[in-house]
């Protein structure tokens, strides 16, 4: 069999974000690891009317903090060409055949082709089709499709999208991308769970109290106003990225660690997270909008000011909210999450809160005299996703010294800066893996389409209620009723970095 690494890209949104500050970055890293050798080639696609040469220059110009010899970029350059193109317009996918075939030839691809749709997802379709019915998919080679989100809106446009691609692509052809599933850490939970009988054997409803999904952003829209206005938190974050990493946290062990198993566990976890009715979804989850904030001397406008947002937009960037997972394993253990803009700091995090034991026998009430305090802080695993990776757990020891008073005490783990800044980019390892056509890191059809009808309710019920917005300050952790959703299970965020700065007089109260 021909090299499976001997493939043509075609990436439609060539001259994009995506395209210039994340794909072009990591092909050159898997060329400079070898993982691309002299036989690959790169179609960039957009509607601008750029010359190869224009379009190599802007290549070598993404790569530069990669630090290549100018020979280097240069040979790497040379394998990309562009095509202007528009989606819409069956001809020019002619143009498009002809050149594939020819660097097909030239490179000796041998049909193998990667397509990946970097671009406004309303073209998703419609370039789908047109790869067939203009016979730009080979007969000879393997033929990929990777999909950046957002896979449809909701549920029923995701499946009308769905049903589109499968039409020309099998589901094993398909690498629907979230790029949380090439981060480190979150690969790593399945070695934490998998890998430690301490922790496996406990990961159940006996031994859990809750579980904490923080993924926190100090940015705010930044300039994607025109895309998140129409999004919101719930559609952003919470349907593919949250819902994954739940998925990994609340799987069945696999009975093999490949892509069939694992899939197969997560599509299962997902089907057990119950879908709320309307009430439910409203007392479980709960959304706010930023309003302008000062933090640490800094001053934040408010959502509704940011550019290409609505000045009376009611688009949630926060969501705060409460999964229940209706299997033997997790039942009576809720899956809090919380994720959104412009929040006191950028982190990402899980927190594995842990029953306490039974009693706490240090504080027991010996004779009469009543006890104040019985309790003892869980023990908690967290694991630190980014900026910093790593993983923690907390224990209740004995302080040092007469007595016997117990005192908190965390052990630490943590990726040397070093090692985070050597270990491959997300979509680097993502796009390694599609060259493989290994799908484990990907999201399979059943996963997105439950996810979306784990949403879509909690949407619905959203959309019939006028939401009292701008509700938090930039710079905070959020509204009141993010805090407010564990205080009615008796507990709290075990993550609060709001407090840090208040603490120190630098967040008002
Ligand atoms: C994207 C969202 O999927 O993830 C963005 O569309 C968000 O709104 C981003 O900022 C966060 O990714 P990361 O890798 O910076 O944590």
Redesign the pocket.
């Known amino acids: 069999m021909a090299n499976e690494k001997n493939v043509l890209f075609t990436i439609f949104g060539g001259t994009g974000d995506l395209a210039q500050r994340k794909l072009y970055p990591s092909l050159f890293r898997l060329y400079k690891k070898g993982n691309l050798g002299k036989h690959f080639a790169v179609i960039g696609t957009a509607r601008r009317p750029w010359s190869d040469e224009h379009y190599r220059e802007v290549v070598a110009s993404t790569i530069q903090s990669l630090n290549p010899t100018e020979e280097e970029a240069k040979e790497f350059a040379s394998h990309f060409y562009y095509q202007s193109h528009d989606v819409n317009d069956s001809t020019h996918y002619n143009t498009l055949k002809d050149l594939a075939d020819r660097l097909d030839e030239t490179y000796q691809l041998a049909g193998n082709r990667i397509y990946y749709l970097a671009m406004s997802p309303e073209f998703f379709g419609t370039i789908v089709s047109h790869l067939k019915s203009q016979h730009i998919v080979t007969e000879n080679g393997y033929n990929r499709l990777i999909i950046e989100?957002p896979f449809g809106s909701d549920y029923q446009s995701a499946f009308e999208l769905n049903e589109k691609i499968r039409q020309v692509f099998p589901e094993q052809d398909i690498f629907r991308i979230d790029?949380?599933l090439g981060?480190e850490m979150i690969q790593n939970i399945s070695a934490i769970r998998f890998a430690n009988n301490i922790f496996e054997s406990q990961w159940n409803n006996r031994y859990i109290d809750n579980i904490q999904i923080t993924?926190g952003?100090a940015?705010g829209?930044e300039d994607?106003g025109g895309?998140?206005d129409h999004?919101g938190a719930l559609k952003?974050?919470v349907q593919?990225?949250i819902l994954q990493v739940l998925a990994l946290l609340a799987m069945e062990p696999p009975v093999a660690f490949s892509e069939k198993e694992i899939r197969a566990e997560k599509i299962k976890a997902l089907k057990a997270v119950r879908i709320y009715e309307k009430s439910e979804a409203l007392k479980n989850f709960i959304r706010g909008q930023y309003a302008p904030g000062e933090l640490d001397g800094n001053t934040f406008k408010g959502y509704r000011e940011e550019d290409k947002v609505d000045p009376e937009s009611t688009t949630e960037t926060f969501v705060a909210g409460k999964f229940v997972i209706d299997n033997f394993r997790w039942s009576g253990v809720p899956f809090y999450v919380r994720t959104g803009?412009r929040l006191t700091e950028?982190g990402?995090r899980i927190n594995i809160v842990f029953k306490q034991v039974p009693v706490n026998v240090f504080k027991t009430s010996v004779e009469d005299e009543p006890c104040e305090d019985r309790t003892l802080p869980p023990n908690v695993l967290t694991i630190y996703i980014?900026p910093t990776e790593g993983f923690s757990l907390t224990l209740n020891g004995k302080e040092v010294g007469q007595g016997f008073n117990t005192e908190f005490r965390r052990l630490e783990y943590r990726n040397s800066a070093e090692m985070v800044e050597n270990s491959p980019e997300?979509y680097e390892k993502l796009l390694l893996d599609a060259l493989k056509g290994d799908g484990t890191n990907f999201s399979h059809w059943e996963e997105v389409a439950q996810s979306w009808h784990i949403v879509d309710v909690i949407r619905k019920a959203w959309d019939q209620v006028e939401p009292d917005f701008p509700n938090y300050k930039a710079g905070t952790m959020g509204p009141e009723g993010a805090f407010e959703l564990l205080e009615k299970d008796g507990f709290e965020w075990i993550w609060q970095p709001d407090d840090w700065y208040r603490d120190r007089g630098k967040l008002e109260d």
């Open positions: 989100k790029h949380y981060k993924f952003e940015l829209v994607r895309y998140y999004s952003d974050m593919n990225h803009k950028k990402t980014q997300a």
